[in-house]
């Protein structure tokens, strides 16, 4: 990997983790800090930022400090699970080059990845019951990591 592809992997993995870690703290700051902090002022930017991303219907929310999250359970899972799909790759890219190199590959990936959540989401239409935020997000964390790992493969060189 050339020395700009890592920067592009290394800057990708970064934004990956702070956003991650941003949609964590922004609840414990909104219910933690007085209402003339500015770190208040960088909450709400988060949670504006989710409103753009996300529906934010509290039902299908977690609670953070009482507060609730600034994505759904199945977005939360999605971001959270990004971070863990590129430094995966990273890991195992070398040692299996030719798998990585494989478009094949990361179509299956993929479409397995994908699998839970449209298992989640099959449930819910077919019953009108809601799945647990727990397993939302889990789905989502399972397609989250196989999508950021796909990503990372074009951006590493690896996947053209």
């Not at 939302?136 to 989250?144: D, F, S, T, W, Y």
């Amino acid at each position: 990997m050339t020395p700009s592809f890592q920067i592009g992997v290394a800057t990708l993995l970064l934004a990956s983790a702070i956003w991650a870690a941003t949609l964590v703290a922004a609840p414990y700051i909104v219910s933690q800090v007085s209402e003339d902090a500015p770190v208040l002022r960088a909450a709400a930017i988060v949670y504006a930022l989710g409103s753009f991303i996300c529906h934010q219907r509290p039902e299908r929310s977690f609670r953070f400090s009482g507060v609730q999250v600034p994505v759904c359970a199945r977005c939360e899972g999605l971001y959270l699970g990004a971070p863990f799909g590129m430094v995966g790759l990273m890991a195992v890219r070398r040692r299996y080059r030719q798998v990585v190199a494989s478009r094949r590959t990361w179509r299956r990936i993929v479409i397995v990845a994908s699998w839970l959540t449209i298992l989640t989401l099959a449930w819910e239409w077919m019953t009108g019951e809601m799945t647990s935020h727990v397993v939302r997000a889990i789905a989502g964390a399972v397609l989250g990591a196989a999508v950021a790992a796909t990503v990372t493969a074009v951006v590493a060189g690896d996947l053209r």
